[in-house]
């Protein structure tokens, strides 16, 4: 039945934009008139480059097909071609009240001069909103609203030219740690979307590379939800982080084009492009770059149960990596508005990702008979990705009430194919040799309804299903020879293939209304997931086969009160699930360092986490803050368990024990003066982790992996204004320490500073930007076990500058959709608004 409905409702549409079209070949077939005319101010000077917007009222039918928009010059002229009748025309320029009109189009083509009133400078307004959901200007880099927090990615200039992952670590409540793992207030189980949806753009189990693919300049803002409602998919114990790109909203022709030169080497050409006309949009995003980064890597280890003469009692390893990265990305795609309230939209995205490492690992053994050896590893590989992505979706408003149904298809592919070889000597003599290839292909379909129905003025119901099937297939192939004048054979344990598939169903529902000051909504989400793995190794007694399921339910509750406009308290609370990753559930993932592996964990569960937080916001004059308090019990938390087996180190995730993180988390954004802004955050929380694993096979005594203390982590962005053209920023950033019984992870700082300078009449800008000014960006570690204990320095990346220019052209006037009823409910978050009235 449901399926039958679709179809009608497709068949209908498909004769809709069928009819839409003809009467656009007739509207555009009748003879057009020239209309000239001139902006001018209040002292008739000309106003150029004004936006202005004729919208016909004489068709009442598809009148938007008969609508257009133009642009006026350097003098304030225009000229446009239209038809004659009765015209609403909205004039908006920077720096001048927008001014709407309403003219006869026909006998006369000359307007002649029209004035617009220069806008006054309000130096104590309140900020606006729309029904107490907005609580500052849009203006301000970092926007907080009590369903989210968005970060302006335009509005920063430290990342400009780089790429997402240099995007967030200035994002407030976000760190990137060294090796590119992204935590949101201190915890790794981050949620990513793009554009409100997965994305074959962030590859399967790229980490950081696939971070480093997205150019920041094709992002537009970034939307923190710390603790989604049961409208989002349920996985993301930390949060979600949504990355919304950009798409321009402006009649005609629009863009823009961002050229980078950087150290270590770095080049970046990016363009947005855009064209509206009529009820036709069309974007193009893309661009590509090269890029070059160096990794540091050193442990050192000393050993205790040392026997036999030939047993280690120490080693020192330092390894330097070096990578060269190219990418390529293009995404197209349109949006067609049928009618005035059904539109359909399309888009295709392709990235090319390469890179090229080089990398030596200089081994020091120290043996208990005090000899010494020195063992050097040197490795050489290339790593090719491709994604493809294609997305369909139609938006249909039954009224101008707020009833709406949204349908969307995505459909994604990411193979990524990595060659290493790896030649290792011991004191200049060839003792090892291996060739490991590693394939694997992701294809993933994501299907998804949601449906919104106003209930009076005050409440409104919303419901919806997804579809998610995500098939991964591992490939990977070792081969070792033990001297160079023998045989490479297969090494049995880690060639294999896998094939890991999950579909999951979920569907939701949830109500939001209001009472008086008290707003509240309370939802509930059902998911049934569904896996099933194949793995087969050359170890005939290895292969397995395993189906897991699960069934979950993910209720959430929200509530705010609002004391006034601009001072607001929520408390909400929801149930998450932190799926294990496809990778850490394949036996023997990964091959490329002997004396390190990772192991996977087949029979790796879901942790389920309860999340709470209680909230409070309030924006006055030019300052804006927001502090939380927040809470997070976790239970089967997966813990990285690291042992020694004959002094090589084996890393293995686990379910163990539970996980507790509560904290402060302070937000706030002030305009001191016209030349001086704060930007900033701080978290103080603590953690306390409980849990004790022992394997007498792997263990000679119980590992503890319990925990408890205080960390803080904050960030503060100052940016000046010297003069209308000319900004820069300075930012700092400090990570606490955190410790528990086996590892202790030591503090980190760095300072970043950037300076922009507009040229151009207004149409270029220049970026300089360095990130880590003095070099301190590294992690630090120290594990302590029976059997050994090991310090670890690893730095990502280090101290780069950039030198970045933009050129913009033909700014059009923003178009919206016609707006339906504005309610208490009504958000535009870019993927999918969430949260309950305020």
Known sequence: MIQTEILNLITKKTLGLTLVL???????????????????????????????????????????????????????????????????????AVDFKKLVVTKSIGENPNLGNIKIESEQQVTNAKTKDIEGVTLTSTAKPYKIELDKRTYDVNQDIISKGGNLQDVLQNVPSISVDTDGTVSMRGSSNVRFLINGKPSALLGIDDGANALQSIPADQIDRIEVITNPSSKFEASGTAGILNIILKKNKKVGLNGSVTGTLGYLPQTNLNTNLSIRKGNLTWFLNGGGGYRESENTNTNKANYFNAVDPK???????????????????????FIYDINEKTSVNMSGTVRKFNSENTGD???????????????????????????????????????????????????????????????????????????????????????????????????????????????????????????????????????????????????YIQFKSKIGNLGYQLGLRNEYSNIDIKYQNLIPTDNIDKNKSYNNLFPSVFLSYEITKSNQILVNYS???????????????????????????????????????????????????????????????????????????????????????????????????????????????GYTNKGIYFDSNILSEPMSFEGSGLSVRSRITTSFKVDKTFNFQLQGFYRGAENTKSTDRRDMYAINFGASKTVLKGNGTITFNIQDIFNTRAMRNVTRTAEFTRENYMQWQPRQFALSFSYRFKQGEKVESQKRKKDINNNDNGGDDQMPPM
């Not at 077939?29 to 005319?37: F, H, T």
């Not at 004004?50 to 009148?63: G, H, P």
């Not at 280690?312 to 995404?331: G, I, P, W």
């Not at 995505?410 to 090892?432: A, G, M, R, W, Y």
């Open 361 to 507: 690992i200089n081994y020091d053994y120290y043996f208990l008979d005090g000899t010494q050896s020195f063992t050097k590893r040197e490795n050489r590989g290339n790593n090719d990705n491709l994604a493809l992505q294609g997305d369909f979706g139609l938006d249909h408003k039954f009224d101008n009430n707020g009833q709406n149904i949204s349908l969307s298809l995505s459909l994604q592919k990411n193979k990524s194919e990595n060659d290493t070889h790896v030649d290792e000597k011991d004191n200049n003599i060839l003792v090892l040799e291996d060739k490991i290839n590693q394939n694997t292909t992701n294809k993933n379909v994501i299907g998804k309804v949601d449906y919104e129905l106003p209930i009076g003025d005050k409440s409104k119901l919303e419901a919806g299903y997804r579809l998610d099937i995500n098939s991964n297939n591992y490939s990977n192939d070792v081969q070792e020879r033990l001297s160079a004048n023998s045989n490479f054979a297969y090494l049995p344990k880690y060639t294999y293939d896998a094939d890991y598939k999950e579909t999951f169903n979920a569907a």
């Open 575 to 685: 149930k998450r699930i932190d799926r294990p990753r496809s990778f850490f559930m394949i036996p023997n993932p990964s091959y490329s360092d002997n004396q390190n592996i990772f192991l996977g964990n087949i029979d790796l569960n879901p942790s389920y986490v309860d999340s709470f937080e209680l909230g409070y916001s309030i924006s006055k004059n030019k300052l804006t803050i927001n502090p939380t308090l927040y809470f997070k019990h976790t239970e089967d938390d997966v813990k990285m368990l690291v042992f020694a087996d004959k002094g090589v180190f084996n890393t293995k995730p686990i379910n163990l024990g539970t996980n507790d993180r509560y904290g402060l988390d302070l937000n706030f954004n002030w305009e001191a003066n016209k030349w001086l802004r704060l930007m900033g955050n701080f978290d103080l929380f």
């Open 311 to 333: 047993d280690r009692t120490s080693f020192d390893l330092e390894s330097v990596t070096k990578n060269k990265n190219k990418n390529y990305n293009a995404s197209t795609g």
């Open 22 to 92: 003809s009467a656009a070949a007739i509207a555009f077939a009748q003879e057009k008139q020239q209309i000239s005319g001139k902006i001018v101010d209040a002292q008739n000077n000309a106003v150029p480059y004004a936006s202005i917007f004729f919208s016909n009222k004489t068709v009442k039918e598809n009148a938007a097909l008969f609508s257009d928009a133009t642009l006026t010059d350097e003098k304030g002229n225009f000229t446009i071609n239209l038809i004659p009748g009765n015209y609403e025309i909205t004039i908006d």
